[in-house]
């Protein structure tokens, strides 16, 4: 059981057998949708309930992912209470009412967005107006096992289903704020046993290759 729902926006190009999300899908089918993009839904710009992981100047840590969807809770309010047609005093008192309300209640993330495409090919999906205005999500640095690396990129660059891992590991650490006692692991179950296969192979390759050598 995962403690909130995964979209996947995959890239339109990116070949299924060679794409690590549909991992995800396999093995939590029902908290995991993949969305072949340009078919993808309609987020909401101030949705405070959904992130997209993505790095970049506007982005935030996962432990830092509350105190950013609550201000966008207060923003909210403020956007709707700034009606000119409603009187100045009742104006401020429902934004004050609305605001102490938003406090009491934890801002809490109930989707997470993850694009699934080469480094290269990113750009057109996470440009899409559909995706402008959602609270940015930067993952810990961690290097990745995956065996087809990108060729000039550095080894930080994760595989779609390394990266749910990653984040559901430290969502779970830094905002649930539980202990971790391998809840996720199993989402590795399909990349462990393909990442075991490669390097089987790969060790018996090396070992041909040696014995022609000599």
């Not at 209470?81 to 605001?99: A, F, H, I, M, N």
């Not at 995706?131 to 290097?143: D, F, I, N, P, T």
């Not at 990108?150 to 289903?161: A, N, R, V, Y």
Request: with cysteine.
């Amino acid at each position: 059981m995962l403690p909130l729902k995964i979209d996947i926006i995959k890239h339109p190009n990116e070949t299924d057998g060679k794409s690590t999300a549909i991992h995800a899908k396999l093995l939590a089918p029902e908290f995991v949708n993949i969305y072949t993009y340009p078919c993808i839904p309609e987020y909401e710009e101030k949705d405070h309930e959904v992130a997209l992981v993505f790095p970049g100047p506007k982005s935030v840590s996962i432990k830092d992912i509350s105190l950013h969807l609550q201000k966008r809770i207060q923003n909210n309010i403020r956007d709707k209470s700034d009606d000119p047609d409603k009187p100045s005093v009742k104006r401020k008192k429902t934004e004050e009412q609305d605001l102490s309300d938003s406090k009491c209640k934890e801002a809490t993330l109930k989707r997470i967005i993850f694009i699934d495409s080469t480094w290269n090919q990113t750009n057109k999906i996470f440009t899409d107006e559909r995706l402008q205005g959602l609270l940015q999500v930067e993952l810990k640095a961690r290097k990745t096992c995956f065996w087809r690396h990108q060729k000039g990129k550095p080894d930080t660059f994760l595989s779609t289903i390394e990266a749910i891992y990653y984040f559901l590991v430290d969502y779970h650490t830094d905002v649930l704020q539980e202990k971790y006692k391998g809840q996720y692991d199993n989402l590795l179950f399909f990349y462990s046993f393909m990442y075991q296969l490669v390097k089987n192979a790969k060790r018996s390759g090396d070992k041909e290759t040696r014995k022609i050598a000599h």
